[in-house]
Antibody
Framework: QVQLQESGPGLVKPSQTLSLTCTVS??????????WSWVRQPAGQGLEWIGR???????YYNPSLRSQVTMSVDTSKNQFSLKVTSVTAADTAVYYC???????????????????WGQGTTVTVSS | DIQMTQSPSSLSASVGDRVTITCQAS??????LSWYQQKPGKAPKLLIY???KLETGVPSRFSGSGSGTHLTLTISSLQPEDVGTYFC?????????FGQGTKVELK
C-alpha cells in the first residue's frame, strides 16, 4: 500500500523560505511511471496545483508560482521536496504531496489524475 | 490556463437521491478529467479519471460522463458517507487546474 507523508515546519515568517518534504513508502520513486506533485489549499478554499517533478528531476512549475518554487528529489531517501521562497500570508495553506501516474505511447504522455495523496500539512506564514 | 467552472457550488439532497455535479471546461479538454472527493480535514480522494473510468475500490454508484467542455459526476443513490466536497481537475494542458468545488450535504 503506497503512502505519502508530508513533513516540515508549520510556521514560517514572512519573506522566508517554506521547505517541505514528502516521504514515499510502499513504492519506489526510482521505479518510474510517476510524477510527484505538490498541491495546496488555503483554508476553506479550493485546490491549487503547484507543480511536479519526475525521478529524472524533470520539473514543471505552475506559472503563478514559478518565481518562488523549487522542487527536488532524493532517491536514496525515497523523498521529494518543495521550497517556496519569499513567502507571504497568501502562501498560508494546507500543502499536499501526491503521486501522478503516467504512461508514454508513441511519443505522447497519458495521465490519470493524482491517485495517492499525503494527509496534508498546514503551513502558516506569520511573524 | 484552462478554466474549470463547477456547478452547483453546494447542494443538499436526501439519502437515495440521484446527485449530479457539472464541470465546464474552457477551452475544451477532451476526456482528460478526474473527480475527487474530499472530506473535512482529509486529503482529496480520486474517484474517477479519464472522465468516466472508476478508480479501483470506488463504489459503482459513482460515475462520470461527458467530454470536451461539459463533464458530469453522478452519484446514483446518495449515501450518508458521500457527504463532502467534490472537485474536478483537468489534465489536458499544464498547469493542471481544479474546479472550485461542490459541497454535498444531507437534507
Amino acid at each position: 500500500q503506497v503512502q505519502l507523508q508530508e513533513s516540515g515546519p508549520g510556521l514560517v515568517k514572512p519573506s522566508q523560505t517554506l521547505s517541505l518534504t514528502c516521504t514515499v513508502s510502499g513504492d519506489s520513486i526510482s521505479s518510474g511511471g510517476h510524477y510527484w506533485s505538490w498541491v495546496r489549499q488555503p483554508a476553506g478554499q479550493g485546490l491549487e496545483w503547484i507543480g511536479r517533478i519526475s525521478v529524472s528531476e524533470s520539473t514543471y512549475y505552475n506559472p503563478s508560482l514559478r518565481s518562488q518554487v523549487t522542487m527536488s528529489v532524493d532517491t536514496s531517501k525515497n523523498q521529494f521536496s518543495l521550497k517556496v521562497t519569499s513567502v507571504t500570508a497568501a502562501d498560508t495553506a494546507v500543502y499536499y504531496c501526491a503521486r501522478e501516474p503516467f504512461t508514454r505511447q508513441m511519443g505522447f504522455s497519458y495521465y490519470r489524475g493524482l491517485d495517492v495523496w499525503g494527509q496534508g500539512t498546514t503551513v502558516t506564514v506569520s511573524s | 490556463d484552462i478554466q474549470m467552472t463547477q456547478s452547483p457550488s453546494s447542494l443538499s439532497a436526501s439519502v437515495g437521491d440521484r446527485v449530479t455535479i457539472t464541470c465546464q471546461a474552457s477551452p475544451e479538454i477532451s476526456n482528460f478529467l478526474s473527480w475527487y472527493q474530499q472530506k473535512p480535514g482529509k486529503a482529496p480522494k480520486l474517484l474517477i479519471y479519464d472522465a468516466s473510468k472508476l478508480e479501483t475500490g470506488v463504489p459503482s454508484r459513482f460515475s462520470g460522463s461527458g467530454s470536451g467542455t461539459h463533464l458530469t459526476l453522478t452519484i446514483s443513490s446518495l449515501q450518508p458517507e458521500d457527504v463532502g466536497t467534490y472537485f474536478c481537475q483537468q489534465y489536458d494542458k499544464v498547469p493542471w487546474t481544479f474546479g472550485q468545488g461542490t459541497k454535498v450535504e444531507l437534507k
